[in-house]
């Protein structure tokens, strides 16, 4: 059985993370962060169902201000749980809300950089060095807001986000998503600042658990031991979304990584914490069915017996138990025998899941993949609505990979490789990629899905 990973402890207001504390359960909120009314009743349906600290995006110094309003209603109403401001694209909003919430995420990719271009830019070492100068005064003064006031950091790196400048150095590679960390967290360690927790989120999950598994080495190599929340971003919506999660977010809990997790689903921020909590519960037994599985593989195949009275646990555990060993490539079949269901299931069903899970794993695709945020405050469209749309019309598409990105700060980069993506970019529009290519831009909401099945029909897909 592997034991948890011993980290240091980071305090977010009343609850601590880290050490031999529990794993902690997080959600996002989805609504405007000016809405004080919306976003406290959203609020309290997440910690009702059991999440431990919300975020909300705070894109600008008005967004920020306003936490300070949702905080006291909170609070008013008898609920202490820490909040979280998430920042990106301006290092002053970090500031503003440094001194008004527990927790501030900030995003190594675009802190001080700008935002990513996809253009291979050439840096000198002295112009490398120079932006790291520039990087560690800002950084610094954001610090000192942060001890004063007590606040914690997430240092929230995204695969979707990495920065033009660490793209020209390292490339779209595990090595350069960890040094974007690490170049921040050197800085943090420096300055003796502890309450700190990182992520490095992907909606790819074999470069999620590879970049993890890498910066708890480096981490460890330059002596630090900051706690880690684990997260597949834009998992999507439904069983996909929770079979990708748990194949991601299950392969590294089940190695005694992880000290906080968010399952990021394209649902209201209240369906998340069930999934997430039910995650945290199975690693003692889900650990222990990895050891099994990897015992049982034969010819290229895992074959593993699994205890489950109904197919949602059954699909969590599979892909929790085999998430690891699909990804560094020990098998790449699955045959999954279920014991102890209450309701018969059809055998066709079991296959299913075993597909679905393969293809989280970026083993074997057998149908579309969609690769969908699960939305927050810079949402400018409906996007569970849209998510529908596409899937209905698109669904028969084996292997082809949309993106459906509520907004530009993932939008672009975490659906890059795939082949059509529908990103927000304004309020009630919307533009459209082949690839990284942007090939039609702010289209009115209304026809942005037509616009998108044409440019697939005209590719020859549909």
């Known amino acids: 059985m592997s034991t948890r990973r011993i980290s240091s402890v980071c305090r977010v207001g009343n609850i601590a993370i880290g050490g031999d504390n ?38 600008g110094t008005r967004e920020a201000k306003n936490m300070a309003n949702i905080s ?21 909003v970090a500031d503003v809300a440094a001194q008004l919430c527990e927790k501030v995420r900030i995003n190594p990719g675009n802190y001080i950089d700008p935002a990513r271009t996809f253009k291979h830019l050439e840096y000198t070492d002295d112009e490398y060095a120079a932006e790291l100068k520039r990087l560690d005064e800002r950084l610094v003064a954001f610090i000192s807001i942060c001890k004063e006031h007590k606040t914690a950091v997430r240092i929230g790196v995204n695969h979707g986000s990495l920065s033009d400048r660490i793209m020209s150095r390292y490339g779209d590679t595990p090595e350069g ?9 050197r800085i943090f360690k420096r300055e003796q600042f502890d309450d700190v927790v990182i ?42 979304g929770r079979i990708k999660s748990a194949v991601g977010i299950g392969a590294l809990l089940t190695e005694g990584i992880g000290d906080t997790i968010r399952v990021s689903l394209s649902e209201e921020p209240e369906a998340e914490i069930p999934v997430a909590r ?53 098998a790449t079949k699955l045959v999954l025998k279920p014991l102890g269901l209450t309701k018969p299931v059809p055998a066709s069903a079991i296959t299913l899941l075993a597909d679905a899970i393969l293809q ?49 700060v993932n939008g672009p980069g975490e659906m890059a490789d795939a082949d059509y993506g529908y990103v927000g970019a304004g309020r009630g529009k919307i533009s459209l990629y082949r690839g990284k290519e942007c090939v039609e831009k702010n289209i009115p909401e209304e026809e942005a899905v037509e616009h998108l099945l044409q440019l697939i029909h005209e590719d020859k897909h549909i």
């Open 360 to 408: 989280a794993a970026r083993v074997k695709f057998t149908k579309t993949e969609y690769i969908s945020c699960p939305g927050c405050g810079r949402t400018l469209y409906n996007l569970q609505e849209t998510i529908a749309k596409i899937k209905a019309a698109t669904s028969h598409l084996v292997g082809l990979k949309i993106g459906i990105m509520g907004c530009i």
């Open 278 to 330: 039910k995650l945290v519960e199975l690693i003692p037994e889900c650990t222990q069915l990895r050891q099994e599985a990897e015992k049982s593989i034969k010819d290229d195949t895992i074959s593993l017996v699994i205890w489950a009275s109904d197919m949602d646990t059954l699909m969590l555990k599979a892909a929790m138990s085999v998430g690891a060993l699909l990804i560094d490539r020990k």
């Open 177 to 185: 998503i960890v040094e974007s960390c690490m170049e921040f967290l």
């Open 22 to 59: 529990p794993i902690r359960i997080q959600s996002m909120a989805t609504v405007d962060t000016n809405d004080t009314e919306g976003c406290v009743a959203q609020a309290k349906r997440i910690i009702d169902a059991g999440g431990e600290l919300v975020r909300f995006t705070t894109q």
């Open 72 to 92: 006291q209603r909170l609070k008013a109403d008898g609920y202490s749980q820490p909040l979280v401001a998430d920042v990106h694209f301006n290092a002053n």
């Open 199 to 240: 992520s490095i989120k992907a909606s790819n999950t074999v470069v999620m658990v590879q970049s993890v598994r890498l910066l708890v080495k480096q981490m460890d190599a330059e002596d630090m031991r900051y706690p880690l929340h684990l997260g597949v971003t834009e998992a999507g919506e439904g069983e996909d």
